[in-house]
Each structure stands twice: as C-alpha cells, then as structure tokens.
Nanobody, 129 residues
C-alpha cells in the first residue's frame, strides 16, 4: 500500500533548485517523524533528511547539509524537501517516509529504515548540464 505520492521531481541543471512534496494518505503526520531517502542504482538507499513529529529536530545526510531543508505541514498532512544548489551527485530516486519512531542520528535511521511503516513509491530527480 502506498501511503505517499511524491511530486516535484524532474530534471534540473546543476545549481538549480527543486521542491519535493509528499502528501500523506491513510494516516496523520501529526504524531509521526518524517524522512527522505535516496536510492541510486548499485548503491544502498541512503538517508537524506529527517524531521521529528513536532518539527523542532532535523537531521541531514552529509551531502544534504546546508543545501536541503525538510519540513512538514501537519494541516496539509504533507512532507516537503527543499533542495537548492543541486549537483549531479544528487541524482537519484527520492522516497518520503514516516513513522512513529524518532532518531537521534542518521546512521541509526539508515540502519532501521526497514522498520519505518509508511513509504511513497519514489520520484526521480536528475541533475545534469
């Protein structure tokens, strides 16, 4: 069952920006932490960003720090990922996810991603000249 439908992906030139949106269905984001992951062919799925249920705490993977911003709007039941200064290595299939468990670091989040209950199908982001 798909709990999110991601939108906002596509192709962009290096240095450009994108905003990924992820409205949830079938459950409320209000009491859920939310996540963004990225999958590149031949590599493990990596954690990109995390936001706590209340929105006060955020975590970012190394490549995303300073360029990406995760947020969630509980009134719209939607998770966002604002990406700026995009580079070719940001290319990949981006997944949003949510669940009741909160994390204090990206390594633990990545290690326990299989236990996150709500996922989208993924949306492609391609950064190329």
């Amino acid at each position: 069952q798909t709990h999110f439908v991601e939108s906002g992906g596509g192709s962009v030139q290096p240095g450009g920006s994108l905003r990924l949106s992820c409205p949830a269905s079938g459950f409320s984001l209000e009491y859920s932490a939310a996540f963004w992951f990225r999958q590149v062919p031949g590599r493990e799925r990596e954690g990109i960003a995390y936001v706590s249920s209340g929105g006060a705490a955020t975590l970012y993977g190394g490549s995303a720090k300073g360029r990406f911003a995760i947020s969630k709007d509980d009134a719209k039941n939607t998770v966002y990922l604002d990406m700026r200064n995009l580079a070719p290595w940001d290319t990949g299939l981006y997944f949003c996810a949510a669940g009741p468990t909160h994390y204090s670091n990206m390594a633990t989040m990545k290690a326990h991603q299989q236990s996150i209950p709500y996922w989208g199908q993924g949306i492609q982001v391609t950064v190329s000249p």
